[in-house]
Nanobody, 129 residues
């Protein structure tokens, strides 16, 4: 059974940091696009960052470049999102997701948003001003 389990969300003040984790199980971690997405109340879900598991090439949405870092521990099948200099507009439910791809890179994986078929339940991030 495929599972993606996010953790690490919470409430922080603007300028603070959080590290999200996504533990993947039930499938072979390699050759997958992995992504972090978020959804704020009343808004559509948006892509935040993506990584191709083989090689670790990454891609970020412009609004988080320089503040967020997506990374992985392939040995532990775990995806991370280090978030720094958090802003109130970063508030939302954060999800990790995965889709199998024989090859790819970060930008390609980010563009696959509509194709991700494994999703976690999400972890809430709240940033207060």
């Amino acid at each position: 059974q495929v599972q993606l389990q996010e953790s690490g969300g919470g409430s922080v003040q603007a300028g603070g940091s959080l590290r999200l984790s996504c533990a993947a199980s039930g499938y072979t971690y390699s050759r997958h696009c992995m992504g972090w997405f978020r959804q704020a109340p009343g808004k559509e879900r948006e892509g935040v960052a993506a990584i191709y598991t083989n090689g670790g090439n990454t891609y970020y949405v412009d609004s988080v470049k320089g503040r967020f870092t997506i990374s992985q521990d392939n040995a532990k099948n775990t995806l991370f999102l280090q978030m720094s200099s958090l802003k109130p507009e970063d508030t939302g439910m954060y999800y990790c997701a995965a889709v199998f791809r024989l090859s790819g890179n970060g930008a390609y994986c980010f563009g696959q948003f509509g194709s991700y078929y494994y999703w976690g339940q999400g972890t809430q991030v709240t940033v207060s001003s």
